[in-house]
């Protein structure tokens, strides 16, 4: 079955930088575009970043653009999210997502990962 598997979380002060990861398996990666959500404490789900097929397009919610870049190696399939300028509004529980379609990716992908913690101390 298809897994996606998140890395990378954790504690950081206001203006750091952390490296999220996401390893996927049962799926043919080039076959899907893959990408973040997250979801602050009493928040709804947010579409953060996708990238598509190959990597050669990539979108981004409005509140990350310019910090945040997704990176994705189809060969060791991963896609990654490397977020800088770390602000306490930035915590959340981060997700992987996969899905077929861009526009689906963005709304309700078909895949999830289980999440990770990113907290931003003050």
């Known amino acids: 079955q298809v897994q996606l598997v998140e890395s990378g979380g954790g504690v950081v002060q206001t203006g750091g930088s952390l490296r999220l990861s996401c390893q996927a398996s049962?799926?043919?990666?080039?076959?899907?575009?893959l990408g973040w959500f997250r979801q602050a404490p009493g928040a709804e789900r947010v579409f953060v970043a996708g990238?598509?097929?190959?990597?050669?397009?990539?979108r981004y919610g409005d509140s990350v653009k310019g910090r945040f870049t997704i990176s994705r190696d189809n060969a060791e399939r991963t896609v990654d999210l490397q977020i800088n300028s770390l602000k306490p509004e930035d915590t959340a529980v981060y997700f992987c997502v996969a899905d077929s379609r861009y526009t689906d990716l963005t709304s309700s992908p078909d895949y999830w990962g289980q999440g990770t913690q990113v907290t931003v101390s003050p």
């Open positions: 990238s598509s097929y190959y990597g050669e397009i990539t």
């Open positions: 049962g799926l043919i990666v080039s076959d899907y575009w």
